[in-house]
């Protein structure tokens, strides 16, 4: 690095400590409240003052700002404090996203973070579409923000008339995939039922460019998938007692009066658990599809493990 170079960055470094400092003080008068033990502060609030103090720098301070964001989200998550609140996350994710107005990773894993509900997340859908609308303005060719949008409205807000809006829009941005289209006719016709919740999943599983979401996808796919065969099962156990007038004990009844060919496995593996005297047939306790959802599938959980 030249001279004017360690320059540059030993006043970085200085300026941000005045910062800091500043803060700091300020803080003393003014106390902000200190999540989960007072662990973790948000010393600038302010997007523009922290542009202007990180000088050319912005990309550099970006990235730090993404990782307090992460940081946060995590130690939050991980929390057992019953008051524990994701304050710090938006704030964290807005002067991220301007001093890097391109952080494509930032504006997007950002919103899995907001709209992922109490406790798991601050269930802020509103600030996950006023974040993902940020990175549409700075970014207007991305098409994958508008989809994003369309997710939340989905998944969060139940407002299917809005998704398949975003999803429409999505597809009229140059490079969007050919099925972005087709998908807003389907979201707007069967909005809120498996079937369109199958197929959003399918697109995520076919699309996604990062391994932990393909592998997020393929889990929801097997839990859809659980739920299909769960009805299936409910049906067959229905028909045995309308004909035999008999109350189903066990899955042998099924067996030996030929509903089933053996014991039904779920499309993990573990064997479906029946409950005789309540009527019930759910997961084994043990099956890695636990929890199954309530329909839609949703994006919980959807971020990277913490």
Same mark, same amino acid.
């Given at each position: 690095?030249?001279?004017? #170079?360690?320059?540059?960055?030993?006043?970085?470094?200085?300026? &941000?400590?005045?910062?800091?400092?500043?803060q700091?003080?300020?803080?003393?008068? =003014?106390?902000?409240p200190?999540?989960?033990?007072? #662990? /973790?502060?948000?010393?600038?609030?302010?997007?523009?003052?922290?542009?202007?103090?990180? &000088?050319?720098?912005?990309?550099?301070?970006?990235?730090?700002?993404? @990782?307090?964001?992460?940081?946060?989200?995590?130690?939050?998550?991980?929390?057992? *404090?019953?008051?524990?609140?994701y304050?710090?996350?938006?704030?964290?994710?807005?002067? /991220?996203?301007?001093?890097?107005? =391109?952080?494509?990773?930032?504006?997007?894993?950002?919103?899995?973070?907001? /709209? +992922?509900?109490?406790?798991?997340?601050?269930?802020?859908?509103?600030?996950?579409?006023a974040?993902?609308?940020?990175?549409?303005?700075?970014?207007? +060719?991305?098409w994958?923000?508008?989809?994003?949008?369309?997710?939340?409205?989905?998944? %969060?807000?139940h407002?299917?008339?809005?998704?398949?809006?975003?999803?429409?829009?999505?597809?009229? @941005?140059?490079?969007?995939? $050919?099925?972005?289209?087709?998908?807003?006719?389907?979201?707007?016709?069967q909005?809120?039922?498996?079937?369109? !919740?199958?197929?959003? %999943?399918?697109?995520?599983?076919?699309?996604? =460019?990062v391994? %932990?979401?393909?592998?997020?996808?393929?889990?929801?796919?097997?839990?859809? =998938?659980?739920?299909?065969?769960? *009805?299936?099962?409910?049906?067959?156990?229905? $028909?045995? +007692?309308?004909?035999?007038?008999?109350?189903?004990?066990?899955?042998?009844? &099924?067996?030996?009066?030929?509903? &089933?060919?053996?014991?039904?496995r779920?499309?993990?593996?573990?064997?479906?658990?029946?409950?005789?005297?309540?009527?019930?047939i759910?997961?084994?306790?043990? !099956?890695?599809?636990?929890?199954?959802?309530?329909?839609?599938v949703?994006?919980? !959980?959807?971020?990277?493990?913490?």
């Open positions: 690095m030249t001279v004017r #170079g360690w320059t540059l960055a030993v006043g970085l470094a200085a300026l &941000l400590a005045g910062v800091v400092g500043l700091r003080a300020r803080e003393r008068l =003014d106390p902000l200190m999540p989960d033990g007072g #662990g /973790s502060v948000l010393y600038v609030r302010s997007p523009e003052v922290m542009k202007r103090a990180v &000088l050319s720098y912005d990309a550099v301070a970006a990235d730090l700002y993404w @990782i307090r964001a992460i940081q946060h989200y995590g130690a939050t998550k991980l929390s057992t *404090d019953p008051g524990k609140a304050d710090q996350l938006y704030p964290l994710l807005d002067i /991220s996203t301007s001093l890097d107005p =391109d952080f494509t990773v930032a504006y997007r894993f950002g919103a899995i973070f907001l /709209s +992922e509900p109490f406790p798991n997340g601050p269930g802020r859908a509103d600030q996950a579409i974040l993902l609308q940020k990175g549409l303005t700075a970014r207007p +060719e991305t994958a923000f508008a989809q994003d949008i369309g997710f939340v409205h989905y998944w %969060w807000r407002d299917y008339a809005q998704a398949a809006a975003w999803f429409l829009r999505a597809s009229a @941005i140059p490079g969007a995939p $050919a099925w972005m289209k087709p998908l807003a006719a389907v979201t707007l016709a909005g809120g039922n498996r079937a369109s !919740s199958r197929q959003l %999943w399918q697109q995520v599983n076919d699309s996604a =460019d391994d %932990w979401l393909r592998t997020q996808a393929r889990l929801r796919l097997r839990q859809l =998938d659980a739920l299909d065969q769960i *009805d299936a099962l409910r049906t067959i156990a229905a $028909a045995y +007692e309308r004909r035999t007038g008999l109350r189903l004990r066990s899955w042998d009844d &099924l067996v030996r009066s030929g509903y &089933l060919r053996g014991v039904p779920d499309p993990a593996g573990y064997l479906y658990r029946l409950d005789a005297a309540r009527g019930r759910t997961l084994a306790p043990d !099956s890695s599809l636990n929890p199954l959802p309530t329909e839609p949703s994006l919980s !959980s959807m971020g990277p493990t913490l």
